[in-house]
């Protein structure tokens, strides 16, 4: 009546593609794309899978449309940091979108950063409880990025820049991480599932940075 089937085995004991909930994880970037909100607002988006297979993808806003950085800026430079590039440069390439209507992904042709791809990183993710951008009135939980890290060594992009070598701050940074709710909720505010839906519209190094300048460029990938 039923013959083994290793690979729905083995799907029982998955927990989905995405990652969906707060802590520490090691991986890579799939690819980053560079983007520009209706706003004027620019940042990056950051397509990342943890070594188990999951993934994540994180819209970093860095900069206003006048010039004024945001917090995502500054977790940019930590990430160049982490993994010793002094610059990035938006070239073409292919990127995955959702289509909302048919619930299937495609290809398209963006701004992807090939310094990126590929590359192994560290990451630190927050559960946060947010007013739903689909359903006024009731909230959604999502993971947002909250840290980087250097995957091989687990420093972190100040012990980087000092020129430490003993890893200490990011584990004190694990140990105050916590999920994040909602301080004031919204009227009649209910609880959703998490929201993997699209965003709301909304530099360089001194000389003595002890790495050099990386001249090779990493081939770029799709999820």
């Known amino acids: 009546m039923y013959q083994l089937d290793k690979q729905a085995a083995m799907n029982a004991d998955s927990t989905g593609k995405w990652l969906n909930e707060t802590g520490k994880y090691i991986g890579k970037i799939l690819y980053a794309e560079d983007i520009e909100a209706q706003t004027g607002t620019r940042g990056i988006v950051l397509n990342l899978q943890a070594n188990d297979g999951r993934e994540t993808r994180q819209y970093v806003y860095t900069t206003k449309k006048d010039g004024e ?26 990127v995955k979108r959702w289509n909302k209507d048919t619930k299937q992904e495609y290809t398209e042709q963006g701004n992807v950063f090939p310094e990126l791809a590929n590359k192994p990183i560290g990451f630190l993710l927050q559960k946060t409880e947010e007013e739903s951008r689909k359903n006024q009135g009731q909230t959604a939980w999502a993971a947002k990025l909250v840290g980087v890290f250097e995957a ?25 991480l916590a999920d994040r709710p909602m301080k004031k909720r919204p009227a009649a505010a209910s609880h959703q599932d998490y929201d993997y839906g699209d965003p709301p519209a909304g530099g360089g190094f001194d000389d003595d940075v002890p790495f050099r300048q990386a001249y090779a460029r990493a081939a770029w990938s799709i999820i």
Do not use: F, H
């Open 69 to 94: 950085k945001l917090s995502g800026y500054d977790l940019l430079m930590a990430l160049m940091t982490c993994l010793k590039l002094r610059g990035i440069k938006p070239v073409q390439g292919p």
């Open 152 to 176: 091989g060594t687990e420093l972190v992009a100040a012990e980087i820049l000092s020129g430490k070598t003993k890893p200490e701050a990011l584990a004190l940074r694990v140990a105050q």
